[in-house]
């Protein structure tokens, strides 16, 4: 009886001081500055890749819609903080050769800055920069532009910053 008396106040011991530490989960939080919901704008393209702007957006978009849909406005007028975002470049280096001349392994390196701005402009939060890395294979045929391995490469680099970007906008700390 004793024994599992003492596991017992070990095991409450041990969630009191898990919990009363202020461990949370990530992206459990609240936004900052009092924001009660946010507006994302298509974001800013400032790489060299067109289009990746919608992708990005869609994506950060998406970690609201399925992590806390309540904190997203249904316009801007609604909203009272506007998320924008800058995709600062997206850059591809050859990481491995199977020629002298020929890639067969690159990476994909995505760098974005977010900031919370209250609808008058003024900034509330600001993320600093963002950067996530994906590795891909070269499709046989090294068109770069057509490459499906590197369109898969910046839906997944995306993807990463837009969990980033949300785990970072609702840390609490």
């Avoid at 946010?38 to 609201?64: A, H, K, W």
């Avoid at 050769?97 to 900031?115: F, K, Q, Y």
């Avoid at 369109?151 to 990463?160: C, F, G, Q």
Wanted: hydrophobic fraction near 45%; charged fraction near 20%; aromatic fraction near 8%.
């Amino acid at each position: 009886m004793d024994r599992w008396m003492g596991l017992g106040w070990l095991a409450a011991t041990a969630l009191g001081l898990l919990f009363g530490c202020g461990y949370h989960f990530a992206g459990s939080g609240s936004l900052p500055a009092g924001v009660s919901q946010v507006f994302i704008p298509v974001m800013e393209n400032r790489s060299f890749e067109t289009g990746v702007e919608q992708i990005f957006t869609n994506d950060l978009i998406d970690q609201f819609t399925r992590r806390r849909p309540e904190f997203l406005a249904e316009s801007r007028q609604s909203a009272d903080g506007i998320l924008m975002g800058t995709i600062v470049f997206l850059s591809v280096e050859n990481i491995a050769r199977s020629t002298v001349s020929s890639a067969s392994e690159r990476r994909i390196t995505g760098n974005v800055n977010l900031r919370l701005t209250s609808p008058d402009g003024r900034i509330l939060w600001s993320s600093g920069a963002i950067v996530e890395r994906q590795t891909y294979s070269v499709a046989a045929g090294d068109d770069a532009a057509l490459d499906p391995n590197k369109a898969a490469a910046i839906a997944a680099v995306s993807n990463k910053i837009a969990e980033s970007a949300f785990n970072r906008l609702t840390d609490d700390f």
